[in-house]
């Protein structure tokens, strides 16, 4: 009872666990005609979407293109796979549950030190047995001498054979390993003897994890061939492959152990532009319809990407990027040139005019005469303004309260050469400077001007003096 007991609770375990997998947004797959597509993405940066792909039909494509909403996105990039930073996890699953399959076990040990002597860089492997539970003998990742350690001590000792219980357990680990490609390589009979799972659980799960099964087929007997039908369908759907060994001798086939990565290996990556959908406004939940072509047809896909909405900025800069693939042509260079030169000239053009404009409000605002009044108290007078009006009215700029000036009688003002002249405005006592009536004269510095009754020195100013 207590040995049943724990059975159920184990697979209560590993069924929370497989539900618990990421349901991987960004991993959707189709199944094609040509077979299946694995196809996930990630955003580089604001404009840059990477689509990561693997086709089971097709090494590397030739040509990839893709559209949102019909948009088409321009590639950037495209890196078969291994492209730089990326990895692959594998998980090596022997079935050890049958002591009477022990020639099988031993030849699966070999094929797996075949395959380990195959793996490159890039690839982290592990080691597992199964009969009515998984076991993990190695993490993925685990050294080389840690892996053949422990195949040296594989042996065929179990009585139960728990298959898809086993499997749903390596694609939980699996699925725990940050890496681009995961692949379980399951070495076994097919025969099964669980009844909670099924294939189908099997599948569903790995494709959620983005898991590919690679199935090694080890019959006993050609009627028991059979039995391996199971492992073909799971590595048919998962984007894997199938290699049923000798029957009898149980030898795999040496163009699969020369090259046993070569299905989960394929593909690539491909970098697209997606400002010109960004252009358009179109932000948030969108699908990205896929087609990849190769000598042996074209295969097409979707899958579903959320866009960022670009902050002003961005957009901006958006902008930008699209008027200059638009324009800065080889054959629009000549009024390119001929129009930036335009610009140049108006723009010089505009900062002298500035400056100019600067200056003459500079010089309007320096004072550039004193009146030095001689007949009262002390007092003096700043002349700023191109025309000074003097008068008894009090809205005149210098107020003279004496009967004997006019209202208005007289005006300083400053011509544009510098010089500076004194008009009479028709007053009634006249104007008067070094004591002879003028109606209007240039004045020199020291010049007294008489008004009626009031005598005043006129000082110029030169530039720079105060």
Not at 30 to 56: C, F, M
Not at 270 to 285: E, F, H, Q
Not at 432 to 450: A, H, I
Request: aromatic share 6%; glycine share 8%.
């Amino acid at each position: 009872m207590r040995r049943l007991i724990l059975r159920l609770a184990s697979i209560a375990l590993i069924f929370a666990a497989a539900n618990a997998l990421p349901a991987t947004a960004q991993t959707p797959t189709d199944q094609g005609r040509a077979g299946t597509v694995v196809l996930r993405h990630e955003l580089l940066d604001g404009t840059t979407l990477a689509i990561d792909y693997l086709i089971a039909a097709m090494s590397t494509a030739e040509r990839m293109s893709a559209t949102i909403a019909g948009i088409a996105l321009p590639a950037r990039a495209h890196d078969p796979y291994p492209y730089p930073g990326a990895t692959t996890a594998i998980l090596f699953l022997l079935d050890v549950s049958d002591p009477r399959r022990e020639r099988a076990v031993r030849a699966s040990v070999e094929a797996v030190r075949a395959m380990m002597r195959q793996l490159r860089p890039h690839m982290r492997a592990g080691l597992g047995v199964f009969d009515a539970a998984p076991r993990f003998l190695a993490e993925i990742g685990s050294d080389p001498a840690e892996i053949e350690r422990h195949l040296s001590q594989v042996r065929a000792v179990g009585r139960i054979t728990n298959l898809y219980e086993s499997l749903l357990g390596g694609v939980v680990k699996l699925a725990q390993v940050p890496a681009r490609r995961h692949a379980l390589i399951v070495l076994s009979d097919g025969q099964a003897e669980d009844k909670a799972y099924g294939v189908q659980d099997v599948i569903a799960k790995a494709r959620a994890a983005d898991v590919a099964i690679v199935g090694l087929g080890y019959a006993d007997t050609p009627a028991l061939q059979r039995e391996l039908q199971s492992l073909v369908r799971l590595a048919v759907e998962t984007g894997g492959e199938f290699v049923a060994a000798e029957v009898p001798g149980f030898a795999i086939p040496s163009t699969f152990l020369e090259m046993p990565y070569r299905t989960i290996e394929r593909g690539g990556r491909v970098s697209v532009d997606i400002a010109p959908v960004l252009l358009r406004g179109l932000a948030g939940p969108q699908v990205v319809d896929v087609a990849f072509e190769s000598a042996r047809g074209t295969i097409t896909a979707a899958m579903q990407v959320t866009l960022p909405r670009p902050d002003w900025q961005q957009w901006a800069l958006l902008h930008w990027d699209a008027w200059a693939a638009a324009y800065l042509r080889r054959e629009n260079l000549p009024w390119i040139s001929g129009a930036a030169a335009g610009a140049c000239f108006l723009l010089a053009f505009m900062i002298i005019a500035l400056f100019r404009r600067r200056a003459r409000r500079k010089l309007a605002n320096r004072p550039f005469a004193e009146l030095e009044f001689l007949d009262t108290e002390p007092r003096r007078e700043l002349v700023k303004k191109a025309k000074l009006n003097i008068g008894r009215d009090p809205s005149n700029d210098v107020h003279i309260a004496n009967e004997t000036v006019s209202g208005f009688h007289a005006a300083l003002v400053r011509r544009r050469d510098g010089g500076v002249i004194i008009a009479d405005l028709k007053s009634r006592n006249g104007t008067r400077v070094n004591t002879k009536p003028v109606q209007e004269l240039q004045l020199s510095d020291g010049d007294v001007v008489t008004l009626g009754e009031v005598h005043f020195r006129v000082h110029l100013m030169k530039a720079g003096t105060h």
